[in-house]
């Protein structure tokens, strides 16, 4: 946080990590988004949409999406231009799935990672996820981690969930206090209800369980799965103590809205649709930022 003020004052490095976003975001009972970017228009729109609202932003992308931009390729961009903008800006690289690709994110100059073990026993997660946490420190950057188990919307031909117990999954808050001074993690992921993609069924979450671990542990907490949950659903989240909330199907299929109104209009060339693309994404990010309720706060 006070680097951040720094930075700001002398119009410097913005590039920070998530306690300089995320513990303001705890102690003022406001949320800032991860919104991931792929490719450099939705960089664009992201960046856009924090300088025009004032607001600090966390951007980044996810093991699961390097197909669609590579890891190595993605940081000659992202960098730079968290360095340069005018506000707070992490670089995350979320749900990193193999200890090698966290190291070569913090190696690239992301400040930020987060190493998911959660599918691994509890043992096993801690043990890894301490220590990816010893060595990132090193490099100054935070590392976000995942007790309990946020799942993907799948759903059988019945519609029903293919995890017959979905709560069986859900953060339990001792282990999770336990967890946190063992790992010395900066920020936690926690399963709720929520789950990955876009939603086919109004989800469920688990309002009195996001308030118990927020009272438990100290550092902010996370809720993935994102895209898709109603108003009431964010603004509760963050009033039980969420700080931190991944977006990526919304603004994804935004960008799609974008290059369609383009080819409405007559624009048949890439380099046409791409200031549609911007901006369809710019506005649905500010309208994230609003409803996180993060807007003017880069202290």
Do not use: W
Request: proline fraction near 4%; charge should be negative.
């Amino acid at each position: 946080m006070e680097k951040a003020r720094l930075n700001k004052r002398k119009g410097l490095n913005m590039l920070v990590n998530l306690n300089e976003v995320l513990l303001p975001a705890k102690n003022n009972k406001y949320a800032v988004g991860l919104f991931n970017a792929v490719n450099l228009e939705l960089a664009r729109g992201i960046i856009q949409a924090a300088e025009e609202t004032g607001s600090p932003v966390i951007m980044g992308t996810a093991e699961v999406l390097l197909p669609y931009g590579p890891l190595e390729e993605l940081s000659y961009f992202l960098v730079p231009m968290a360095k340069k903008a005018r506000v707070p800006v992490v670089i995350h690289y979320d749900h990193g799935l193999t200890f090698e690709k966290c190291i070569k994110a913090l190696e690239l100059g992301f400040s930020s990672v987060m190493y998911d073990c959660s599918i691994d026993t509890y043992e096993e997660n801690m043990r890894k996820v301490k220590e990816l946490t010893y060595i990132a420190h090193q490099f100054g950057a935070t590392v976000e981690a995942e007790l309990g188990h946020v799942g993907d919307n799948e759903y059988s031909t019945e519609g029903d969930s293919l995890l017959v117990n979905p709560e069986d999954f859900y953060t339990d808050p001792l282990q999770a206090k336990e967890y946190v001074e063992e790992t010395k993690i900066d920020a936690l992921a926690i399963a709720v209800g929520t789950a990955h993609g876009a939603y086919k069924f109004k989800p469920k979450l688990d309002f009195k369980r996001i308030s118990t671990i927020a009272n438990t542990i100290d550092v902010p907490l996370v809720l993935h799965g994102g895209s898709g949950l109603s108003d009431e659903d964010f603004k509760k989240s963050i009033e039980g103590g969420i700080s931190k909330i991944n977006i990526f199907t919304d603004i994804n299929e935004a960008a799609a809205i974008g290059a369609k109104q383009a080819f409405v209009h007559g624009k048949k060339c890439v380099t046409d649709m791409i200031p549609y693309e911007i901006e369809t994404i710019k506005q649905s990010v500010i309208n994230k930022m609003k409803l996180f309720n993060s807007i003017g706060k880069i202290y």
